[in-house]
T-cell receptor
Framework: SQQGEEDPQALSIQEGENATMNCSYK?????LQWYRQNSGRGLVHLIL?????REKHSGRLRVTLDTSKKSSSLLITASRAADTASYFC???????????FGTGTKLQVIP | GAVVSQHPSRVICKSGTSVKIECRSL??????MFWYRQFPKKSLMLMAT?????????EQGVEKDKFLINHASLTLSTLTVTSAHPEDSSFYIC????????????????FGAGSRLTVL
């Protein structure tokens, strides 16, 4: 079964706007990651946030983590058409343990 | 950075035949690889964890005899879909743990580009 549930399932915005995606999970985690998948391709790692962190930035990406609510959010600022993709949160216990993916948010950025 | 190569990217086969998908870590050694299956517009479902030199660990509900995994070397894991049927048509993706991240205690995955299997 999937660990994470994401919302919205689909999001369509205009270029330049911000996009926010949310992820909720069920069990305790050591870290949470966000990945991106272009249509018909493999996934690319975007950012990782550890359970003892609350917020992390990488370029136009901002990730928050609330372990008390078992939720995370991914914010993409000043979106571009090239950001169009599906975004997945993923959780694991760390080390080389299996990584479980959420249901994903399909983002469309309209030029 | 770590690179994972997956081949073939697309394969079409007849029902009843077997198909082998290869996953290679190009510039690092991968003792552990993960095989996922993705249905259209759905998330990734972990099928099995491939361990170099030992048997794969399958997730609940995944048929071991149907999806044969071999991890014979530190850079190659293969998934063989045996006696394929139309319901096996799917997008199969392999991944390996990034060794640099793993040492810091996080399992960051590097993915292959995926293999689209169509069984007629």
């Amino acid at each position: 079964s999937q660990q994470g549930e994401e919302d919205p399932q689909a999001l369509s915005i205009q270029e330049g706007e911000n996009a926010t995606m949310n992820c909720s999970y069920k069990t305790s985690i050591n870290n949470l990651q966000w990945y991106r998948q272009n249509s018909g391709r493999g996934l690319v790692h975007l950012i990782l946030i550890r359970s003892n962190e609350r917020e992390k930035h990488s370029g136009r990406l901002r990730v928050t983590l609330d372990t008390s609510k078992k939720s995370s959010s991914l914010l993409i600022t000043a979106s571009r058409a090239a950001d169009t993709a599906s975004y997945f949160c993923a959780t694991s216990k760390g080390g080389y343990q299996k990584v479980t993916f959420g249901t994903g948010t399909k983002l469309q950025v309209i030029p | 950075g770590a690179v994972v190569s997956q081949h073939p990217s697309r394969v079409i086969c007849k029902s009843g035949t077997s198909v082998k998908i290869e996953c290679r870590s190009l510039d690092f050694q991968a003792t552990t690889m993960f095989w996922y299956r993705q249905f259209p517009k759905k998330s990734l479902m972990l099928m099995a964890t491939s361990n170099e030199g030992s048997k794969a660990t399958y997730e609940q509900g995944v048929e071991k005899d149907k999806f044969l995994i071999n991890h014979a070397s530190l850079t190659l894991s293969t998934l063989t879909v045996t006696s394929a049927h139309p319901e096996d048509s799917s997008f199969y993706i392999c991944s390996a743990s990034d060794p640099g991240q793993g040492r810091s205690g996080a399992n960051v995955l590097t993915f292959g580009a995926g293999s689209r299997l169509t069984v007629l």
